[in-house]
């Protein structure tokens, strides 16, 4: 019953939601047959991510009532702890095709989770990683009603040229190149037209999955993931502010010619379109590309690592989406690799216990000093109030010890095999799993930070893997220590 009066105060929700939405459009004249296809689109947008849904939650509670059923032996709940894997298996896979489906904010939602190893069973991380933010592009009668709705006017008369194949498509929008009538190459990102609509429904839809399942997966403060993605999401439909991120970038690496942002022309842009410099460069991927300018992928990466160090300790502002499509290299006036950042509609802000704590663990752990690393952790905010800290606190040192044990002089040497070495002698049982997932919380502005810090370990494991990452980060965290001294010292 709890699951159906969470699913019908969604839906009632969502389609309230839809309501406003035609409210809206309908005080800004829009037509009739729009706000009618509008809200058909809407509607079965619901129904179809509503079934994916009810499938996965229906599943999990026929197996908790197995579950019970079973618990009077130790062999019924052997059984049971088996037909959970199983039914983890299917529902992880079912999650993938439900995203690879919906599109849009639930390809998001499946890179969040593929990166909560912390929380959830280890086959929603691998299958979820699967997730790429990258989908065929919309059909150009689409993209030019965006344009004209943005701007009023046809685009041929906005612009001097607009190439109607895009440059790069993702789930909110895509990119294509033009040029002004000052005869300046511009990039113009675009968002589809019916972005708002499909966010409004779709967080309503998550945020009910959200509480569902975390009936499941008993973490603490799970409602702040949802708050994040809203968060995120909010910033990456504003095009205006993403403007704003990248002009303030630019004046933070102002210092340095080896980060590149390209110029924003403020007087095209609006909330649904942003316009900028057009900028060349090589894709990390692109192997023969680095070598024709001379640049290698370790150099590039090194780069990378280093810019985003100095924005976390240095800036307290961050790009919160550095997969490789986000950024070009190019070779700098001193011959070295050269980085062009990209995409900074999910730019966030780190909270200052979260670098604090930071600091306490990479201190702690070139240290080897397993209590500041537990400190550091625990300023972060991963200690749910009322959780078993004991517990807790055992896991971490038994893990901390493994760690100390192995090479880890490279990003790229975090294989599966280490992983399973660092799982074993993990919690025993379902009680014992659940407990400690109670007994961690999510801490406010951890995802925007570990969803990047996630993207860049594997960029260095495919593209650099005798990189240590730890050396990179290492004289920024001192820097960060000793502006820290010396305010604690006034």
């Known amino acids: 019953m709890g699951a159906a009066n969470v699913m019908s105060g969604a839906m009632g929700d969502a389609v309230h939601e839809i309501d406003e939405l035609e409210l809206c459009e309908d005080e800004a004249g829009a037509g009739f047959a729009r706000r009618r296809v509008s809200r058909v689109r809407a509607a079965v947008r619901l129904m179809r991510a509503s079934f994916w849904f009810v499938l996965i939650v229906a599943s999990c509670y026929l197996q908790r009532g197995l579950s019970w059923a079973l618990s009077g032996t130790a062999w019924g709940r052997g059984v049971a702890e088996r037909r959970w894997e199983r039914v983890h298996a299917k529902n992880a896979r079912r999650f993938y095709v439900a995203a690879t489906r919906l599109r849009g904010v639930w390809v998001k939602l499946g890179q969040v989770l593929s990166t909560l190893g912390t929380f959830l069973p280890e086959v929603y991380v691998k299958e979820l990683s699967r997730l790429q933010d990258r989908v065929p592009p919309r059909r150009w009668a689409e993209i030019d009603e965006a344009l004209f709705r943005t701007y009023g006017r046809p685009v041929h008369v906005v612009f ?173 006036q001193d011959g070295r690799a050269a980085i062009v950042l990209l995409d900074l509609g999910s730019a966030s802000g780190v909270r200052e216990p979260i670098v604090r704590g930071l600091v306490q663990v990479i201190g702690g752990y070139l240290g080897r000093n397993e209590n500041e690393v537990l400190r550091g952790i625990e300023t972060m905010g991963f200690l749910a109030k009322g959780g078993d800290r004991q517990l807790v606190e055992r896991h971490l040192r038994a893990s901390f010890d493994k760690l100390l044990k192995l090479d880890l002089q490279a990003a790229g040497q975090v294989d599966r095999a280490l992983v399973e070495r660092m799982s074993e002698g993990g919690p025993t049982g379902r009680r014992e799993k659940r407990a400690l997932m109670r007994s961690i919380a999510y801490p406010e502005g951890w995802y925007e930070l570990e969803r990047a810090l996630t993207m860049l370990v594997g960029i260095c494991a495919t593209h650099a893997p005798r990189i240590d990452a730890m050396q990179v980060a290492f004289p920024h965290v001192a820097r960060f220590m000793r502006a820290s001294a010396r305010c604690s010292a006034r």
Request: charged share 30%; hydrophobic share 45%; net charge neutral.
């Open 160 to 332: 001097a040229r607009f190439d109607k194949e895009p440059l790069a498509a993702a789930s909110l929008g895509q990119v294509h190149r033009a040029v002004t009538h000052a005869g300046e190459e511009v990039a113009v990102k675009v968002l589809y037209p019916d972005v708002q609509t499909t966010l409004k429904v779709d967080l309503k839809v998550i945020g009910w999955a959200l509480t569902v399942l975390g009936r499941f997966f008993p973490v603490s403060d799970l409602d702040r993931l949802h708050r994040s993605l809203g968060e995120m999401l909010a910033r990456e439909t504003d095009l205006r502010a993403e403007g704003r991120a990248i002009r303030k970038m630019a004046a933070a690496f102002s210092d340095d010619r080896a980060v590149i942002l390209p110029r924003v022309h403020g007087e095209l842009t609006r909330e649904a379109v942003l316009v900028m410099e057009y900028v060349e460069g090589v894709r990390l991927t692109d192997r023969e590309g680095l070598a024709r300018i001379g640049v290698d992928a370790e150099g590039a990466v090194k780069k990378l690592l280093d810019a985003f160090f100095r924005q976390v300790f240095e800036h307290g502002c961050f790009h919160a989406d550095p997969h490789p499509g986000n950024f070009l290299v190019r070779r700098g």
